[in-house]
């Protein structure tokens, strides 16, 4: 009897803006079998955000007990507030044979890397730099200090592509969407 094959780990990554979360939702409508991992964080929840669905919301102390117990695959900060991702969830759901998705940021995805080097790491690019400034100042939920945070470190997370095993470029939500899941589903 030959063992028994799991799902690889896909990481989705690219800069700020570039709309991770916007594929990531849509492809969870129309395929909810793909198990999105849930990551923690110190920042506050934007509108219409909940607890335990975008996000765990947590405190710095938390925060830190889950980094001090290894609780934690990755984390990283970014625009200061700092995000990790529960390490037992996901390697449950992969021992399930659950396809699993994480949706992090570059530093993340580095380590990911590291501690999960068989993991399928895919970059989300943007179709043009003016395209990911438009849609990072549209969205009007930051102030232009943390805009122009997020741009200069657009400007490094799009020089790190060529880090990723698969890059896809995101012009239409659909067609990306549906270029992930094939990707999720080969071996």
Do not use: C
Request: net charge negative; glycine share 6%; charged share 25%.
């Amino acid at each position: 009897m030959s063992p028994a094959v799991h799902p690889r780990l896909t990481v989705l990554s690219g800069p700020s803006g570039v709309g991770k979360s916007t594929v990531v939702a849509h492809m969870r409508t129309e395929h909810p079998e793909i198990w999105l991992s849930v990551s923690a964080t110190t920042r506050r929840p934007r509108p219409g955000e909940q607890h335990g669905v975008q996000y765990y919301f947590v405190d710095d102390d938390e925060f830190d007990k889950l980094v001090a117990n290894g609780e934690l695959l990755e984390w990283a900060e970014f625009a200061g507030h700092r995000y990790g991702t529960p390490r037992k969830a996901v390697l449950d759901r992969l021992a399930a044979g659950e396809p699993v998705l994480l949706e992090i940021d570059l530093q993340g995805a580095r380590l990911v890397r590291e501690s999960m080097p068989e993991a399928r790491l895919v970059f989300l690019a943007p179709p043009s730099w003016d395209e990911l400034v438009r849609r990072l100042t549209g969205r009007g939920t930051e102030s232009p200090e943390v805009i122009e945070r997020r741009l200069v470190a657009a400007r490094v997370e799009l020089a790190a592509e060529s880090e990723f095993d698969e890059t896809l470029v995101n012009t239409s939500v659909e067609a990306v969407a549906r270029e992930l899941l094939a990707l999720m589903r080969t071996a």
